[in-house]
């Protein structure tokens, strides 16, 4: 069974930045895509950042200049690089890994901005 494990969340204030990082148990290299979700409390898990065996990307709108992800084949790992955060990207931030028509999700990890 495939594990996705992030890292990377914290509290930060307004302004500033955060690297999330998702580590997988197995290669990423053949992974059709990889992205990350978040979930702020009482609203629906949402797309943040996606980027695919090719590396192409694409990014929710709220989050298109600010955010960056990246992959690393050689170490499994999926970044998203945050900068600029503001009060409203404070959610749980997922990691999700997109494999032959099934989707693999980690545990999460907690950012929270502050105003």
């Known amino acids: 069974q495939l594990q996705l494990v992030e890292s990377g969340g914290g509290l930060v204030q307004a302004g500033g930045s955060l690297r999330l990082s998702c580590v997988s148990s197995?290669?990423?290299?053949?992974?059709?895509?990889m992205g990350w979700y978040r979930q702020a409390p009482g609203k629906q898990r949402e797309l943040v950042a996606i980027?695919?065996?090719?590396?192409?990307?694409n990014y929710a709108d709220s989050v298109k200049g600010r955010f960056t992800i990246s992959r690393d084949n050689a170490k499994n790992t999926v970044y998203l690089q945050m900068n600029s955060l503001k009060s409203e990207d404070t959610a749980v931030y997922y990691c999700?890994?997109?494999?032959?028509?099934?989707?693999?999700w980690g545990g999460g990890t907690q950012v929270t901005v502050s105003s």
């Open positions: 197995g290669s990423i290299f053949s992974f059709n895509g």
């Open positions: 980027i695919t065996m090719g590396g192409n990307t």
């Open positions: 999700n890994a997109y494999i032959f028509g099934n989707h693999y």
